[in-house]
């Protein structure tokens, strides 16, 4: 039996939707996009359940989506995603705000010492026992009209997440780890926000090992193409790859037969851009060379490689006993730093690494402090263990 959904196309059944909803205090919603051909991805579908049932909304066809963006703005209503990355971008571009209070249920999932991150088709299975059709996983979405079928598989992707939720929130509060899972949700947000007004010439591959005027070059080249890309609504790669844009920055000549030569620039789409990209070139090796994004080191050099092992397991050990991802807790490089961190302290630093801060240093933190200055000790426990050690507490004497 196929998924029961209202299927809304038309302007009027969207804003009578929206207003029948206006007073939930759930709403759990997905969507369904296309990334590869254009600047950013096409909203193609938005699915969204309430205590009302499942609805399925056309922005192709509907113009104004304001009134169900602005359901998602109130901090009283509690809206419910899976590895929401996309979802939130899309209504931060509606409304430039965060959605206040957004329940991921892949984070909640981690939080609760399951894996992370796992698939919304895992968590169904799991916490619902239900099976996942996936095979309308490569629909194009633009094309109208959609199928009885693909409707019915996009409907599935919210019929249980309020289930989901229901179970998890219950389970995190009953470990007082629901204000975690906000924190740590509002903290995602804005690592997203902050990506999506930035400029990212730093992130191409490559760029690294430029200096100089070879990298006002490369970072000229960058918001090139980023405007190009946005102008003709196409991923930037289409407009210039980011190896030929390193290797330009990196000969950092404006003479279009030496653009020419290089191999790549010959392709019909990418030779009538050579006059473009020489004056480009040309005005950019006149501009001083741009900052790196400051990312606050901890301590000179590179930590102790075995400590920041020893810390690993250490914390491997402590997610294990208190039911936590540890792949939600830390990287490996949140581990150096926290090492460089205690190792050299630095009054004037800006903050405390990730691991001192918030839930972390609640879960973990505190003691892997005990743990540098001697106060707990790692023993072996039992070796045919998944975690083989435990932790002893070292007699003062």
């Given at each position: 039996?196929g998924?029961?959904f209202?299927w ?14 206006e ?14 051909d254009?600047?950013r991805?096409?909203l ?11 609805a ?11 009134p ?6 109130d901090?009283d ?8 990355r ?6 931060y ?8 209070n957004?329940f991921d249920?892949q984070v909640a999932?981690g ?12 968590l169904v299975?799991?916490?619902v ?23 019915e ?8 997440l309020l289930?989901?939720?229901e179970?998890?929130?219950k389970r995190?509060c009953?470990?007082?780890?629901l ?5 740590e949700?509002?903290?995602?947000q ?10 990212n ?10 200096s100089?005027?070879?990298l ?9 193409r ?5 102008e003709?609504n196409?991923p930037?790669?289409?407009?210039l790859?980011d190896?030929?844009?390193v290797?330009l920055?990196r000969?950092g ?9 290089l191999?790549?620039m010959?392709?019909?789409?990418t030779?009538?851009?050579?006059p ?5 070139i040309?005005?950019?090796?006149n501009?001083?060379?741009p ?13 102790p490689?075995?400590l920041t092992?020893?810390?690993s ?14 792949m ?5 490089e949140?581990?150096r730093d926290?090492v460089q961190y ?14 001192l801060?918030?839930?972390?240093a ?8 005990e ?5 707990l000790?790692?023993?072996?426990d ?6 083989p050690?435990?932790f002893i507490p070292?007699?003062?004497?």
């Amino acid at each position: 039996m196929g998924t029961d959904f209202d299927w809304i196309e038309e302007q009027a059944a969207l804003d009578d939707w929206c207003r029948e909803n206006e007073k939930c205090k759930l709403l759990a919603f997905d969507t369904e996009f296309v990334s590869e051909d254009s600047y950013r991805p096409e909203l193609c579908l938005i699915q969204v359940k309430t205590e009302t049932g499942i609805a399925i909304i056309d922005p192709l066809i509907v113009e104004d989506l304001s009134p169900f963006w602005h359901l998602l703005r109130d901090p009283d209503r509690t809206v419910v995603v899976h590895a929401g990355r996309e979802e939130t971008l899309f209504s931060y571009r509606a409304t430039e705000t965060q959605i206040p209070n957004l329940f991921d249920i892949q984070v909640a999932a981690g939080f609760l010492g399951l894996e992370y991150p796992a698939s919304y088709a895992k968590l169904v299975q799991r916490i619902v026992g239900k099976n996942l059709d996936k095979e309308e996983t490569r629909s194009d979405w633009r094309v109208r009209p959609l199928t009885r079928r693909q409707l019915e598989y996009a409907a599935q992707d919210v019929r249980d997440l309020l289930d989901i939720y229901e179970n998890f929130s219950k389970r995190l509060c009953k470990h007082g780890r629901l204000e975690w899972l906000l924190e740590e949700t509002r903290a995602k947000q804005e690592e997203l926000y902050e990506y999506e007004s930035s400029e990212n010439w730093h992130r191409v591959s490559g760029v690294s090992a430029l200096s100089g005027t070879n990298l006002s070059v490369a970072r000229g080249l960058w918001n090139w193409r980023d405007q190009r890309a946005k102008e003709r609504n196409v991923p930037a790669r289409r407009i210039l790859r980011d190896d030929l844009l390193v290797e330009l920055a990196r000969r950092g000549s404006s003479d279009p037969k030496h653009l020419l030569s290089l191999r790549g620039m010959e392709f019909r789409n990418t030779k009538p851009l050579i006059p473009e990209l020489a004056k480009v070139i040309e005005s950019s090796q006149n501009v001083p060379p741009p900052q790196w994004p400051k990312k606050f080191r901890y301590g000179k050099g590179q930590s102790p490689g075995m400590l920041t092992q020893f810390l690993s397991a250490a914390m491997a050990f402590i997610c294990h006993h208190k039911h936590i991802s540890p792949m939600l807790v830390a990287t490996a490089e949140d581990l150096r730093d926290f090492v460089q961190y205690r190792l050299e302290p630095d009054p004037e630093s800006q903050a405390p690494p990730a691991l001192l801060c918030g839930w972390r240093a609640d879960l973990v933190g505190h003691e892997l402090d005990e743990l540098l200055a001697g106060k707990l000790a790692i023993v072996l426990d039992n070796p045919k263990s998944q975690i083989p050690i435990k932790f002893i507490p070292v007699d003062p004497r």
